[in-house]
T-cell receptor, first 113, second 116 residues
Framework: QKEVEQNSGPLSVPEGAIASLNCTYSDRGSQSFFWYRQYSGKSPELIMF????GDKEDGRFTAQLNKASQYVSLLIRDSQPSDSATYLCAVTGGNTGFQKLVFGTGTRLLVSP | DAGVTQSPTHLIKTRGQQVTLRCSPKSGHDTVSWYQQALGQGPQFIFQ???????QRGNFPDRFSGHQFPNYSSELNVNALLLGDSALYLC???????????????FGQGTRLTVV
């Protein structure tokens, strides 16, 4: 079983729709959760992080965390063609110290005009 | 405020050669981590440096080594290059020193290494 699992996609949504990206993780000790966006040929860009159960909203983005189910998701409202990218889910064992990021393989999102 | 910077951006090497990649962390950051990202995969953790010491290491052979300098910049060295070392090498920095001063990791633009 992979430590962090994501559906590779592609996930196709029309412009203006809500895109829902999902991620599961195997280590129950994981405490910090991150979503990175990566355009083709570019480096990952941090867009959201969440530490506590529940929802965290930032503009068009909402991260949702359910530690009991070991599940974290990212919702993108009013999707735009510029949101088309690969979205990487990453987890760490804590929010302090020398915690490595463990990444999933990413979900490719395609937003059509 | 400069973000994380890496050099070079692209590099082509021959099997068996050695390569050195460089990273300057974001201003105010003191910890540097290196990741390898193969095509179609998520980044894989190589190692992390803090206070000029390797603090944690991923599942990479000893051919991969690193260094951190007093100004927090870092180098990644790979010896005896293999074709499978071809990848995007990413440097990430964060700040871990001080109570309540932990920050999220930010990535540089990466170095695309091609081994032929």
């Amino acid at each position: 079983q992979k430590e962090v699992e994501q559906n590779s996609g592609p996930l196709s949504v029309p412009e203006g729709a809500i895109a829902s990206l999902n991620c599961t993780y195997s280590d129950r000790g994981s405490q910090s959760f991150f979503w990175y966006r990566q355009y083709s040929g570019k480096s990952p860009e941090l867009i959201m992080f969440i530490y506590s159960n529940g929802d965290k909203e930032d503009g068009r983005f909402t991260a949702q965390l359910n530690k009991a189910s070991q599940y974290v998701s990212l919702l993108i409202r009013d999707s735009q063609p510029s949101d088309s990218a690969t979205y990487l889910c990453a987890v760490t064992g804590g929010n302090t110290g020398f915690q490595k990021l463990v990444f999933g393989t990413g979900t490719r999102l395609l937003v059509s005009p | 405020d400069a973000g994380v910077t890496q050099s070079p951006t692209h590099l082509i090497k021959t099997r068996g050669q050695q390569v050195t990649l460089r990273c300057s962390p974001k201003s105010g950051h003191d910890t540097v981590s290196w990741y390898q990202q193969a095509l179609g995969q998520g980044p894989q953790f190589i190692f992390q440096y803090y206070e000029e010491e390797e603090r944690q290491r991923g599942n990479f052979p000893d051919r991969f080594s690193g260094h951190q300098f007093p100004n927090y910049s870092s180098e990644l060295n790979v010896n005896a290059l293999l074709l499978g070392d071809s990848a995007l090498y990413l440097c990430a920095s964060r700040r871990v020193r001080g109570v309540g001063m932990n920050t999220e990791a930010f990535f540089g633009q990466g170095t695309r290494l091609t081994v032929v």
